[in-house]
């Protein structure tokens, strides 16, 4: 048995949804959470600071809180920088990715929405994800500039507001299947079930 905890990254409070699962799975494990919220949200930089980041903030983990293995609790964050932390620390690096795959395999019409960060859409690994899982079905994707801020502030009136707004077009487009691409979306999920209809 290994005491040592295992590492835990995200822009926010996003990656709690990842925690709880870690915790429900493994309750004996010791964890440790970083909330980069001086970088919130990730969604919207670059790749490259937020490879930078998280390569400060992995090394931090493993060498002083001496963790056993790293979760990158953020589809965006695993997209920068999941290669570079797995080049740079000898621990397992485990990182999310949108649920494209099991919504393919969902589908009844073959019509998937998508709602993500602007910077999980852009990568080469969301790309990737469709090309693999996806092929011959229509994908719709859908930024959400604004709403992780939104949620990490609780302001309900403004998430159900940008909700509404980015739910409009994919129900315009029949999707049956919702893949929510951000680790900061299952904590609004009863909103976004409500709002998106069957």
């Known amino acids: 048995m290994n005491a040592q905890p295992i590492g835990i990254i ?5 990656g709690m949804s990842v925690t709880r699962e870690i915790r429900r ?5 010791p964890l440790a959470y970083v909330a980069d919220e001086a970088l919130l949200p990730y969604g919207d930089k670059p790749p490259t600071v937020i490879r930078q980041r998280l390569l400060e903030l992995g090394d931090w983990l493993h060498a002083v809180q001496r963790v056993k293995m790293l979760v990158i609790a953020c589809n965006t964050a ?5 290669s570079a932390l797995r080049r740079a ?11 494209v795959k099991p919504a393919a395999s969902a589908t009844r019409n073959r019509r ?3 709602l993500a960060t602007e910077g999980t859409l852009k990568s080469a690994r969301f790309a990737g994800l469709l090309r693999t899982f996806a092929a011959g079905l229509h994908v719709y994707t859908q930024p959400c500039p604004g709403l992780v ?3 990490e502030a609780d ?13 409009k077009p994919l129900r315009q487009r029949r999707i ?5 691409g951000c680790t900061h979306y299952p904590l609004v999920r009863r909103h976004i079930a409500e709002l998106a209809g069957p």
């Open 176 to 180: 049956d299947t919702l893949v929510l």
């Open 112 to 114: 998937i929405g998508v």
């Open 149 to 151: 801020e939104a949620i």
């Open 10 to 14: 995200d822009s926010g409070i996003g």
């Open 89 to 99: 620390l000898p621990i397992p690096i485990i990182g999310m990715e949108p649920a």
């Open 78 to 82: 695993t997209a920068a920088a999941a």
């Open 155 to 167: 302001d309900q009136a403004r998430i159900r507001a940008l909700l509404t707004r980015f739910l």
């Open 25 to 29: 799975l493994l309750p004996q494990e």
